[in-house]
Nanobody
Framework: QVQLVESGGGLVQAGGSLRLSCLAS????????MGWYRQAPGKQRELVAVITSGGRLNYADSVKGRFTISRDNAKNTVYLQMNSLKPEDTAVYYC??????????WGQGTQVTVSS
């Protein structure tokens, strides 16, 4: 069974930074597209950032220039560096692994709260 375990969430003041980590197991990590999604209270889950096996990146417009996704294939880990955080970034952040075009695994989520 694929496992995705997120860590690094917490409470931070506006303008601060956090780094999320997601450790993946039981997948061929180096060839897997990894991503981060988030869901704020009362809102739909939305894409934050994606990184392909080849290193191609995609970001939501709302986080461009502030967030950076990266991966370490030797550690089976994907990261999300979040800078200049805003209260509207408050959400549960989920790590994803796209095993194929139709199969996506989700982590359990980590809470990020940004106070104003």
């Amino acid at each position: 069974q694929v496992q995705l375990v997120e860590s690094g969430g917490g409470l931070v003041q506006a303008g601060g930074s956090l780094r999320l980590s997601c450790l993946a197991s039981r997948i061929n990590f180096s060839i897997t597209t990894m991503g981060w999604y988030r869901q704020a209270p009362g809102k739909q889950r939305e894409l934050v950032a994606v990184i392909t096996s080849g290193g191609r990146l995609n970001y939501a417009d709302s986080v461009k220039g502030r967030f950076t996704i990266s991966r370490d294939n030797a550690k089976n880990t994907v990261y999300l560096q979040m800078n200049s955080l805003k209260p509207e970034d408050t959400a549960v952040y989920y790590c994803t692994a796209d095993i194929s075009f139709s199969i996506r695994y989700w982590g359990q989520g980590t809470q990020v709260t940004v106070s104003s």
